[in-house]
């Protein structure tokens, strides 16, 4: 069994920060790249950022220069700085990782969070 906890969510005003943090745990093989996302209400979920194996980083246009995705390893821990926070940030947060698990370590399984809810008021 895998899992993904979200944390550090709540409700800020705006220009204000927020730092995620998604820790996995489980019978984990290897982590491959890991990824934050986001979906609004009646929006459909979207993607934020991604963080490779080996700490290459890929953001949405909508927030290069306002976050930071950043990952320990060792700690099998992820990590978003979400700075200059907008109304429109506001979504509930998901992390998501490819991962081998020790039932299945040929094959890299998407694993999902049950997220956590970013607030920005105005």
């Known amino acids: 069994q895998v899992q993904l906890v979200e944390s550090g969510g709540g409700l800020v005003q705006a220009g204000g920060s927020l730092r995620l943090v998604c820790a996995a745990s489980g019978s984990i093989v290897s982590i491959n790249n890991m990824g934050w996302y986001r979906q609004a209400p009646g929006k459909q979920r979207e993607w934020v950022a991604t963080?490779?194996?080996?700490?290459?980083?890929n953001y949405a246009d909508f927030v290069k220069g306002r976050f930071t995705i950043a990952r320990d390893g060792a700690k099998k821990m992820m990590y978003l700085q979400m700075n200059s926070l907008k109304p429109d940030d506001t979504a509930v947060y998901y992390c998501k990782a490819d991962i081998k698990t020790q039932a299945s370590v040929q094959t890299w399984t998407n694993y999902w969070g049950q997220g956590t809810q970013v607030t920005v008021s105005s």
């Open positions: 963080v490779t194996k080996y700490d290459v980083t």
